[in-house]
């Protein structure tokens, strides 16, 4: 009886077959489909390859999202020598993020992943974009988990690596200025050191005072929260006013704000309550820094720099400002922020040199 079926399953199988050849036309010939849709098993976590997880459909460097990866962008972004970010967010079907506090990171549920590409543009000698590292921070088990993928130099895939390491890049910015930087692919340490809170590792841009934009996404413009919710990403009480950053390059803000919102960006993930410099006095999230004490501002400094830098932020005086000193110097020893950054932000220290020099009278 067994052979019988076993010889019964062969034929069928073979006037499957027979029946798909396109040029017999017998029965119609329906192949089964291919499942194209994201893939992101936690158990299986981290995969080789930046393309295991297809997140992304097409040619690879096009970063075509598929389905349900949202795009998302901070209004300020963390300043990372120059190079251009591309983020997206994904979550598992019936799971969603909740409202904390404007300040605070959304609640991610467990399958949550962020995804952020680094590129620069009009990379040097063909002038070409060049996707340098994609960086992936994603929930397991109630626990945030990094994974870093490094891009071949024909941009056709990037492959997992928490090792670190360097990325030579050359290029010539909007202005027609040529740059170069060794750019630094962290080390999961590194990741760990600015992605933590009380030592446990989490995302830092995904809050609602950052996300409190619209955004241009493919079916049209609309504000990031909102979005969110519409597809499922963000439920419960989201509040319809929310204190809100501003884009530091906006000079139509004052520039307070911009200054506020751009140390937000930068510094706060390590000098808040619960951050890497928690034992220094400053707090520099944006809920905090409305009150220029805690921005530093007549402050004197804890280490000894040297005898001009007399105050955090000196009123009227970047000479005497360790914040500007800090900013505005690429030594490994004096530098801030530590990690992330090798070059200085010209434009970005522009805006700090002006705010100082705003503010009056002179510290005693």
Not at 279 to 295: A, G, I, K, M, V
């Given at each position: 009886m067994r052979k019988d079926k076993l010889v019964l399953a062969a034929i069928v199988a073979v006037f499957i077959a027979v029946s798909c050849n396109k040029e017999v036309e017998t029965f119609p010939c329906v192949p089964i489909a291919e499942d194209t849709s994201v893939r992101f098993e936690l158990a299986e976590l981290p995969y080789g390859k930046l393309s295991d997880y297809r997140f992304f459909i097409g040619e690879l460097k096009a970063l075509q999202p598929n389905a349900r990866v949202l795009p998302y962008e901070p209004i300020t972004p963390l300043f990372s020598d120059y190079a251009h970010k591309s983020r997206f967010v994904w979550m598992p079907e019936g799971v969603s993020a909740s409202y904390v506090s404007d300040g605070e990171i959304l609640n991610f549920p467990n399958g949550?992943?962020?995804?952020?590409?680094?590129?620069?543009?009009?990379?040097?000698?063909?002038?070409?974009?060049?996707?340098?590292?994609?960086?992936?921070?994603?929930?397991?088990?109630?626990?945030?988990?990094?994974?870093?993928?490094?891009?071949?130099?024909?941009?056709?895939?990037?492959?997992?690596?928490?090792?670190?390491?360097?990325?030579?890049?050359?290029?010539?910015?909007?202005?027609g200025v040529t740059k170069s930087v060794d750019f630094r692919l962290p080390s999961e340490v590194e990741c760990i050191t600015c992605h933590k809170q009380s030592n446990q590792p989490i995302p830092i841009g995904p809050k609602p005072q950052n996300l409190n934009k619209t955004l241009d996404y493919a079916d049209g413009t609309m504000n990031q929260l909102s979005k969110w919710q519409e597809v499922g990403y963000l439920s419960g009480?989201?509040?319809?006013?929310?204190?809100?950053?501003?884009?530091?390059?906006?000079?139509?803000?004052?520039?307070?704000?911009?200054?506020?919102?751009?140390?937000?960006?930068?510094?706060?993930?390590?000098?808040?309550?619960?951050?890497?410099?928690?034992?220094?006095?400053?707090?520099?999230?944006?809920?905090?820094?409305?009150?220029?004490?805690?921005?530093?501002?007549c402050e004197e400094p804890e280490e000894f720099i040297n005898e001009s830098l007399t105050h955090i932020v000196a009123r009227g005086n970047i000479n005497r400002s360790v914040m500007h000193f800090r900013l505005n110097t690429t030594s490994q020893q004096y530098r801030m922020p530590l990690l992330g950054r090798t070059i200085i932000h010209e434009e970005g220290v522009a805006m700090i040199t002006e705010y100082i020099n705003s503010l009056a009278p002179n510290c005693e």
């Open positions: 949550a992943v962020m995804i952020k590409h680094f590129y620069y543009d009009n990379v040097q000698p063909q002038g070409e974009r060049k996707i340098i590292e994609t960086r992936l921070i994603y929930k397991k088990n109630d626990v945030w988990e990094f994974a870093d993928y490094t891009w071949n130099e024909e941009q056709t895939e990037a492959t997992y690596s928490l090792e670190g390491g360097y990325a030579p890049v050359e290029w010539i910015d909007e202005n009480n989201v509040p319809s006013e929310i204190v809100t950053t501003v884009a530091w390059d906006d000079a139509s803000q004052p520039i307070d704000l911009r200054v506020r919102s751009y140390i937000d960006a930068n510094c706060a993930h390590c000098h808040s309550e619960l951050g890497h410099c928690y034992y220094r006095p400053l707090r520099f999230p944006f809920s905090e820094t409305d009150t220029e004490q805690n921005l530093g501002v």
